[in-house]
């Protein structure tokens, strides 16, 4: 009998967990005009200070046996009649995120703590139904799922600006002298990422950044923040495969382009960026500037 029920929640957990992925907004490779929404919506950013926490997701229906909420569940939230709270009242539901690895590139955590506190965005949810201190909401669409203690903040619209013509990326592109920044992670931990990945980079609205602007992507050789360097001194000489007469240093040598992204959200010190166009894979510890 006990086998039979946990094969039964099994199934069960195994279920919800296969509707979230198929009722979440996929994201598509860009190739429209603007922004999808998914990528608008479920990127995940930075904040600093830390967003308000006080408005929760306290539990849902049939939580005897769900441990997660997705598409067309209905979640409680602390918040009813006594706070204001109306039926149609929207909710963006995100919680603070780490990454469970350590440091990819040098300084990397000092650099990441200095942007803020990174939150993963799990979903948008609509007041159903509301009671004296406390609110059913229908989860409109879940990027991953919903958990009890998610965060809830009212809705706010966020914008979906236009991509520009990708034929127009300058493989040679001078130095812009705009606000020059570093890739520190990126939208699930990726270290490697091209086209389609979100990225997570340490300029921000205090530097004069905006949602639609492009950001170029850059690399030098020989730096010792670079994830991808494998030989010390790789950028004049691989033993056994020759070297040049003189000895180079990062500096010395011109910068590789790699690709370019659009800014799809930002904060004071940090911002995402939709990759856009990419040549080459690119790391955390790379460069970024804005075109």
């Given at each position: 009998m006990?086998a039979?029920?946990?094969?039964?929640?099994?199934?069960?957990?195994?279920?919800?967990?296969?509707?979230?992925?198929?009722s979440?907004?996929?994201?598509?490779?860009?190739?429209?005009k603007?922004?999808?929404?998914s990528?608008?919506?479920?990127?995940?950013?930075?904040?600093?200070p830390?967003?308000?926490?006080?408005?929760?997701?306290i539990?849902?229906?049939?939580?005897?046996?769900?441990?997660?909420?997705?598409?067309?569940?209905y979640?409680?939230?602390?918040?009813?009649?006594?706070?204001?709270?109306?039926?149609?009242?929207?909710?963006?539901?995100?919680?603070?995120?780490?990454?469970?690895?350590?440091?990819?590139?040098?300084?990397?955590?000092?650099?990441?703590?200095?942007?803020?506190?990174l939150?993963?965005?799990?979903?948008?949810?609509?007041?159903v139904?509301?009671?004296p201190?406390?609110?059913?909401?229908?989860?409109?669409?879940?990027?991953?799922?919903?958990?009890?203690?998610?965060?809830?903040?009212?809705?706010?619209?966020?914008?979906?600006p236009?991509?520009?013509?990708?034929?127009?990326?300058?493989?040679?592109?001078?130095?812009?002298?705009?606000?020059?920044?570093?890739?520190?992670?990126?939208?699930?931990?990726?270290?490697?990422?091209?086209?389609?990945?979100?990225m997570?980079?340490?300029?921000?609205?205090?530097?004069?950044?905006?949602?639609?602007?492009?950001?170029?992507?850059?690399r030098?050789?020989?730096?010792?923040?670079?994830?991808?360097?494998?030989?010390?001194?790789?950028?004049?000489?691989?033993?056994?495969?020759?070297?040049?007469?003189?000895?180079?240093?990062w500096?010395?040598?011109?910068?590789?382009?790699?690709?370019?992204?659009?800014?799809?959200?930002?904060?004071?010190?940090?911002?995402?960026?939709?990759?856009?166009?990419?040549?080459?894979?690119?790391?955390?510890?790379?460069?970024?500037?804005?075109?």
């Amino acid at each position: 009998m006990r086998a039979n029920l946990a094969a039964l929640c099994l199934s069960i957990l195994i279920g919800a967990t296969v509707c979230s992925a198929q009722s979440a907004p996929q994201p598509n490779v860009p190739s429209a005009k603007q922004a999808d929404v998914s990528y608008v919506y479920c990127s995940g950013f930075f904040s600093d200070p830390k967003i308000p926490d006080d408005i929760r997701v306290i539990s849902g229906e049939q939580s005897d046996y769900k441990i997660a909420f997705a598409h067309g569940d209905y979640v409680f939230v602390n918040r009813g009649e006594d706070k204001g709270v109306k039926v149609g009242d929207r909710f963006s539901i995100v919680r603070p995120d780490t990454d469970p690895a350590n440091e990819w590139f040098t300084g990397q955590p000092k650099l990441m703590k200095a942007m803020g506190t990174l939150y993963r965005d799990a979903g948008v949810v609509r007041v159903v139904n509301v009671q004296p201190k406390v609110s059913v909401a229908e989860v409109l669409f879940s990027c991953d799922y919903i958990q009890r203690g998610d965060i809830a903040r009212p809705f706010e619209e966020r914008p979906t600006p236009p991509f520009k013509d990708p034929a127009a990326f300058d493989h040679f592109a001078p130095v812009s002298g705009k606000p020059v920044g570093t890739v520190i992670s990126a939208f699930d931990y990726h270290q490697l990422l091209g086209r389609g990945d979100t990225m997570y980079v340490n300029v921000g609205a205090a530097k004069g950044v905006k949602v639609g602007d492009y950001m170029r992507v850059f690399r030098y050789q020989g730096t010792d923040t670079a994830i991808a360097s494998e030989a010390k001194g790789y950028q004049y000489k691989i033993y056994g495969f020759g070297s040049s007469p003189t000895r180079y240093e990062w500096k010395d040598l011109p910068r590789e382009v790699l690709g370019e992204g659009i800014v799809l959200n930002v904060t004071k010190n940090a911002a995402a960026v939709l990759i856009t166009y990419s040549t080459v894979a690119m790391f955390a510890g790379d460069y970024v500037e804005g075109e």
